[in-house]
Structure formats: structure tokens, C-alpha cells
């Protein structure tokens, strides 16, 4: 036991020495939540404080949770339950249903769209991928939030809701009551159902319930920042009127508010739990101090009451702010600092460039493509097996033959605007913007090449789309990862690439409010901190050297110049 607790600093072993009663832990980026609730509960078991088998630790994701799962194993505890709230959830339904109810339990459909798509036709509402996209994220935030359609109807607005481009408030609560019916005949359910009924069961039949806190009586909670309430709720049930329970999570990395996630119960925990004890991990082991400094300066703009992070670490390397005359040539230095350092002896796999949206990475994934760099994307598909991207294509190659005395860049505006692109970007609707930000890179990608090549027809761009896509796309695991910065949550590198910190991609252009300025400066946050001991931020003035718009640096940038 002596040995569980010596490997923790004094702010982890305070908290590992806690372990009874409810527990708080508010842990900076990389100060060591993962050791120190994963030693807390070993040295629980190993001091007769609980069995394992009688906790419980529950996650996000599939990955934490293994994480998770391994670090018990290294300290002796081989059969402690460690599941994602959903596994979790999903299990014990699993279990009880057939104790209630005589058929069997609803099939679990691995995706939305198509019942959203049914719903959305039976109520005559345009079934265009982006509007099934915006529709399923609604219906999905909506039942997190545990609001059924007839409270979407009545809070959609007072929530500041924009549920998507041309869609309102009751064509959403529509969509959302018709699909409900369309699972309900098919007898499905969906992951949010799980959570859901789950609920449903454990508060409707007490024995139910009993059954559970019989088996499980001690809880820990990885990333309580990011729980929704069908999730506290769920949580709330599983403990009954104990309070065995330990949390640990950081406001400052709440990113996911978008999906039904929200701080605020880890910010009120001593509400819900009045005899908790907090603890408080600030000692950052990841980044040197030279990046640690530059994100507390972006910590102090989140919040005054934000944990600041200790630097634990020899200095490193400067943090280098940088800017270049437009996208290409900012993804080709880095690609060329990227060069540099994998010939310095760094593998491509602790590298990673990070940006704002997903359609930033086409500029990187050539500009390392033809250092013949290997690359990995990662929360997303490469931007040419888009599938709005691959749409676009088969309608250029239809387009070859019919004659058209246009600008090349003219004709492809014509073709992409008939398949939902426009000069500007939709004002709502995440997926619309998407697949707007994708099209709009390919209207980009001629305009790029209409003005190198005045002559080009259709034909040759083509050829020159076929040229960038020609590289071997496999996922090859020594890569570079390339990624936005919703996809690093949780995870680290050596050298971090923050890309675009131009005014428009981070804060993003329909960030308008102060509270959307703080979601965008809270990915800013994230995004630093994945970096220990590399961190280079650059942005570019314009799209391309042949535009006459011109971009304006980061807000963010402004925040942190004096800290450089």
C-alpha cells in the first residue's frame, strides 16, 4: 500500500488518501488525474476500504476506459469494473429488462440517420444529408438533456438553440416525436435509449435498484466536466442516498457542451454532495514550462477562478508564433518543420498538426503527401473520401463533356452551388457547416488553380484534384497525426502544430456571443496543452496569394503575445 501512495506528489496523495465519502478532484491538464484516481481506488481495495468487485469507474470512451483498465492491472487489481457510461448502462438493461417485460429488448441501431431520414419524410421536411445530420444532433442533445419533443417546442428558443439551416423549433420537436414512434414500432432504441431506459427501470421498480447498489457501492467518474444530465441522473440512481463517490475533471476542457455536456455539476458537486472533500491537482507534468505559461495566460482569460498549472519540468524550447502570407504556404513550412524534426530523431507518431475544422486538413495533407510524410487523420474521414467532397467529383467528371466558354472557377461554383454551397456559410446547423466548409475548400482549391493557370479548363483541374488524391491513403501507425481539435481530447504529443489562428477558423466565424467566444477559447486551451515539449502556433493572412480578402490574426493570439 505504501508503495501505491509513494509514487503520487502530495497533491495526488492527498487526494488517494481520500477514500471514503464523496470526493472532488479538480485536475489540470496533464497534472496526473488518470495516476491519481486510478492509485486512489487501488489503495481502497488493497486497504479493505471496498472489494473490487464492488466499484465501479465509468468514462467516455472506449479508449479511457481501457487506459483506465490497464493502469488497475499494474497496480494488482485485475477485476475492478471500468466501463463507459453507456457499456455501463447498457449492461444492467441487458440484465433487467427481461425482469419486466416479456419480449425481448429493443435492437440497438449503431446510427441515426436512416429513422431520422423516415421521420423527417413522413413529416414532409427535406431529407438532404445535412438536414438528417442537424436533426439527429438535436434529437440527440434533446434526450441527453432529458427534454422530450413537446419541451424542445417550449425551451428551443429560451436555450438559444439553431437547430439548422431552414429548420425551426417545432419541425425539429415534429422529426423528434415521429422518430420516437418510428423506433418505438421497430422495436429499437438508440444509445441514447440505453442511458434513457436504463433511468426508466432503475426509478420505476425500486428492486431494480436495490439489486445494483447491492452490487456496486463505490463509484469514481473520469471527465466529470463533460457528464450530461441523463448521465448524473443515471449516476444519481446508481448511488441511492450514499455518496461513496469520487469525481475529477477540469472546466477549463469542457468542449463537448454542443453534444448535452455541461461543467456545472462538477461545479456545483458540494451542492448535490454537502460533505464532499476537494482536491485540487495543478502540478503539470506533460509541458515544459514555456507552454505552460502560455496556457495559463489563456486560463486566466476562461476564468479568474481557473486552476493555474505549476511547471514540474526543465525549461525547453521557445513557443513560436508565426504567420504566412496564406494557407499553402503556411502547411508547407510546417510540413517543413515537421521534416526538420523527424531528421532530428523524432518519430513521426509524437507529431501533430491541430486545427479548428475538419476541411483544414486537405492544405496539410498535401503539403506533407508530397514531403512523403506519413499521415493519419484522426476523428474524421481524409477530405477526399468526404462524402461531400466525393459527390462534388462525380458532378465535375459529369460536367466534362458540355461545352462552357467559362472561367474553369466559374463553372465549378455552378456545379458545387447546386449541391448546397454558397458564397457564405450557414448562420446554424453544425453539419451544414461542415459540409459547407468542405465544398467551400474545393470552390478554394479552383480559385487556387484558375489563378495560376488562367487557362485551365475543367479537365485539368480534375487532373490536379486526382494528382492530390494520389497518395496512399492507408492509416499507417508511425504518422503524423493530423486532427481537429474536438478529436485530442485526452491525449498528447511531443511536438504540436496549432494551425489557422486566424480570426474566422479560431474563434470560428459564427461564434458570436461571449459565451461562444469562451467554448472557442476553451478549444484554444486544449489545444496547447497537448503539447510536452514542441508547441508552434501560426496562422495565414489569407486563403491564397491571389485573393484580395484579407485575414486578420486570432483574438486569442492578441491574449497571449505578452507571455512570448
Not at 6 to 35: F, M, W, Y
Not at 288 to 310: C, D, G, H, Y
Not at 402 to 410: G, H, Q, S
Request: charged fraction near 20%; charge should be negative.
Amino acid at each position: 500500500m505504501s508503495a501505491i501512495l509513494n509514487a503520487l506528489d502530495s497533491q495526488q496523495r492527498a487526494a488517494a488518501e481520500c477514500v471514503s465519502g464523496p470526493v472532488v478532484i479538480h485536475a489540470g491538464a496533464g497534472t496526473g488525474k488518470t495516476r491519481t484516481i486510478t492509485h486512489r481506488l487501488a489503495y481502497a481495495i488493497q486497504s479493505g476500504v471496498v472489494e473490487a468487485s464492488q466499484t465501479l469507474t465509468v468514462t467516455f470512451t472506449n479508449r479511457a476506459a481501457g487506459e483506465l483498465r490497464s493502469r488497475l492491472l499494474e497496480l494488482g487489481i485485475p477485476n475492478a469494473q471500468v466501463r463507459t457510461f453507456h457499456s455501463a448502462a447498457l449492461r444492467q438493461l441487458r440484465f433487467f429488462y427481461p425482469q419486466v417485460f416479456t419480449n425481448q429488448i429493443p435492437t440497438l441501431i449503431s446510427s441515426k440517420a436512416t429513422y431520422v431520414a423516415q421521420a423527417a419524410t413522413q413529416c414532409h421536411i427535406d431529407a438532404s444529408p445535412d438536414t438528417i445530420r442537424d436533426l439527429a444532433g438535436e434529437i440527440e442533445w434533446a434526450k441527453v438533456n432529458i427534454i422530450s419533443p413537446d419541451m424542445y417546442r417550449e425551451t428551443a428558443f429560451e436555450l438559444g438553440r439553431m437547430p439548422g439551416h431552414n429548420l425551426s423549433a417545432e419541425q425539429v420537436a415534429q422529426v423528434y416525436e415521429t422518430y420516437l414512434k418510428v423506433l418505438d414500432q421497430a422495436h429499437l432504441m438508440d444509445f441514447e435509449d440505453v442511458l434513457l431506459t436504463t433511468v426508466a427501470l432503475l426509478s420505476n421498480y425500486p428492486e431494480l435498484a436495490a439489486q445494483v447498489r447491492s452490487q456496486y457501492r463505490y463509484f469514481t467518474v473520469d471527465e466529470f466536466q463533460d457528464v450530461s444530465p441523463i448521465q448524473f441522473e443515471l449516476l444519481s440512481l446508481w448511488l441511492g442516498n450514499r455518496d461513496d463517490v469520487c469525481v475529477v475533471g477540469d472546466p477549463a476542457q469542457t468542449i463537448y457542451e454542443f453534444t448535452g455536456a455541461t461543467p456545472e455539476y462538477l461545479a456545483t458537486f458540494a451542492k448535490h454532495f454537502p460533505r464532499s472533500s476537494a482536491f485540487e491537482l495543478t502540478n503539470s507534468y506533460r509541458s515544459t514550462p514555456e507552454i505552460i505559461q502560455v496556457a495559463n495566460q489563456v486560463l486566466t482569460r476562461i476564468s479568474s477562478n481557473s486552476l493555474k498549472l505549476q511547471a514540474t519540468r526543465p525549461d525547453g524550447q521557445k513557443v513560436t508564433i508565426d504567420a504566412f502570407s496564406d494557407d499553402e504556404a503556411e502547411a508547407r513550412e510546417i510540413a517543413s518543420s515537421i521534416r526538420n524534426l523527424i531528421s532530428a530523431g523524432l518519430e513521426p507518431r509524437d507529431i501533430a498538426v491541430i486545427y479548428r475544422i475538419n476541411s483544414q486538413s486537405e492544405a496539410f495533407e498535401t503539403a506533407l503527401g508530397n514531403t512523403e510524410i506519413p499521415v493519419t487523420i484522426r476523428g474524421a474521414s481524409r477530405f477526399f473520401e468526404r462524402p461531400e467532397i466525393r459527390n462534388a467529383l462525380l458532378h465535375l467528371r459529369a460536367n466534362l463533356q458540355a461545352p462552357d466558354a467559362r472561367e474553369m472557377n466559374f463553372i465549378v461554383r455552378d456545379i458545387v452551388s447546386g449541391l448546397g454551397w454558397a458564397p457564405k456559410s450557414p448562420d446554424s446547423g453544425r453539419a451544414a457547416q461542415d459540409t459547407w466548409e468542405s465544398l467551400n475548400t474545393l470552390v478554394q482549391l479552383a480559385d487556387d488553380f484558375a489563378g495560376q493557370n488562367p487557362a485551365a479548363l475543367l479537365p485539368e483541374f480534375i487532373a490536379m484534384l486526382d494528382h492530390r488524391n494520389e497518395y496512399d491513403h492507408d492509416p499507417v501507425a508511425n504518422a503524423v497525426t493530423l486532427a481537429s481539435i474536438h478529436a485530442v481530447k485526452g491525449l498528447e504529443w511531443d511536438a504540436v502544430f496549432v494551425a489557422g489562428l486566424s480570426d474566422g477558423l479560431l474563434p470560428i466565424t459564427y461564434a458570436k456571443t461571449p459565451t461562444l467566444i469562451s467554448q472557442e477559447r476553451r478549444l484554444f486551451y486544449v489545444a496547447l496543452t497537448r503539447a510536452k515539449n514542441h508547441l508552434h502556433i501560426s496562422w495565414a493572412k489569407s486563403r491564397n496569394s491571389y485573393t484580395k480578402a484579407h485575414r486578420s490574426s486570432s483574438i486569442f493570439l492578441g491574449e497571449i503575445k505578452d507571455t512570448l
